[in-house]
């Protein structure tokens, strides 16, 4: 049986005094498309942090393809770097460099291509993320917020990871560029083949994309599975956020033969 792609256990995060997680268990396994909710405070943006080792956990042990992320030499450790990327929740994307720096950056950190195949490498993450080549000159300043964010998921694929980290892909957009970034999202997981793991608040987001859902709440996954499973916790939360009339409306508007 294969590894989970993310597989997180006994997680505990405290921020001075205060306990974010306790005895945390998450595992995702390949080919999902896992959206995790909770409050506002609850720790979802530090879950993903720690997830692709840029936070480490007070407590617990984060493996990511069956390897520790702070296991094995330096090459294993780079090597697994390179399959998972992420998208910010605002794009994070370096103002000093061009579009094309931008997303050329991680090909020349790794050292995995020359700069013939930099180039051509670029096109094809813009060309995937429906992007003109002639907006690879321009600055991060000069683009909208919806270039923004397929700018800085060119750049999360550029390394043609395997696992997909995104922190609110959908926040600031209007409905039209949200709808379609969405759509973006859920054909390259489809054409990819990509484990994908999103936090998201937007309902419409997680109604179009999920495949699975997990709770963060009283400072662990309260629960993991479809969300038809999930609207029938007895919990507040699951109560206020999907079982309101929003939650009612998105989930409805993105039901098999709703469109």
């Given at each position: 049986?294969?590894?989970?792609?993310?597989?997180?256990?006994?997680?505990?995060?405290?921020?001075?005094?205060?306990?974010?997680h306790?005895?945390?268990?998450?595992?995702?396994?390949?080919?999902?498309?896992?959206?995790?909710?909770?409050?506002?405070?609850?720790?979802?943006?530090?879950?993903?942090?720690?997830?692709?080792?840029?936070?480490?956990?007070?407590?617990?042990?984060?493996?990511?393809?069956?390897q520790?992320?702070?296991?094995g030499?330096?090459?294993?450790?780079?090597?697994?770097?390179?399959?998972?990327?992420?998208?910010?929740?605002?794009?994070?994307?370096?103002?000093?460099?061009?579009?094309?720096?931008?997303?050329?950056?991680?090909?020349?950190?790794?050292?995995?291509?020359?700069?013939?195949?930099?180039?051509?490498?670029?096109?094809?993450?813009?060309?995937m993320?429906?992007?003109?080549?002639?907006?690879?000159?321009?600055?991060?300043?000069?683009?909208?917020?919806?270039?923004?964010?397929?700018?800085?998921?060119?750049?999360?694929?550029?390394?043609?990871?395997?696992l997909?980290?995104?922190?609110?892909?959908?926040?600031?957009?209007?409905?039209?560029?949200?709808?379609?970034?969405?759509?973006?999202?859920r054909d390259?997981?489809?054409?990819?083949g990509?484990?994908?793991?999103?936090?998201?608040h937007?309902?419409?987001?997680?109604?179009?994309?999920?495949?699975?859902?997990?709770?963060?709440?009283?400072?662990?996954?309260?629960?993991?599975?479809?969300?038809?499973?999930?609207?029938a916790?007895?919990?507040?939360?699951?109560?206020?956020?999907?079982?309101?009339?929003?939650?009612?409306?998105?989930?409805?508007?993105?039901?098999p033969?709703?469109?």
């Open positions: 049986m294969n590894a989970p792609v993310v597989d997180m256990r006994g997680i505990g995060t405290c921020f001075g005094r205060r306990w974010v306790r005895d945390l268990n998450l595992q995702v396994t390949a080919g999902e498309m896992l959206a995790l909710v909770g409050g506002s405070g609850s720790g979802k943006t530090t879950l993903l942090r720690q997830m692709v080792g840029l936070l480490t956990p007070t407590q617990g042990q984060v493996r990511l393809f069956g520790s992320l702070t296991g030499n330096r090459i294993e450790r780079r090597l697994l770097r390179q399959r998972f990327g992420m998208l910010f929740q605002h794009g994070a994307l370096f103002s000093a460099f061009s579009v094309f720096d931008n997303i050329a950056f991680p090909l020349r950190e790794a050292g995995v291509a020359s700069p013939e195949e930099i180039r051509d490498l670029v096109a094809l993450k813009l060309a993320v429906e992007i003109d080549l002639a907006d690879a000159r321009h600055m991060p300043a000069e683009l909208s917020g919806g270039m923004v964010k397929r700018v800085a998921l060119a750049r999360a694929l550029a390394l043609e990871p395997e997909l980290i995104l922190d609110e892909p959908t926040a600031g957009l209007d409905p039209d560029r949200s709808e379609g970034f969405v759509t973006l999202v390259l997981h489809r054409q990819l990509l484990t994908v793991v999103l936090v998201t937007d309902l419409d987001t997680l109604a179009a994309l999920a495949t699975q859902v997990a709770v963060l709440a009283d400072q662990r996954i309260l629960a993991h599975g479809p969300v038809e499973a999930i609207m916790l007895d919990h507040p939360f699951v109560e206020h956020f999907f079982r309101g009339e929003r939650g009612q409306r998105a989930l409805a508007a993105n039901a033969g709703a469109q």
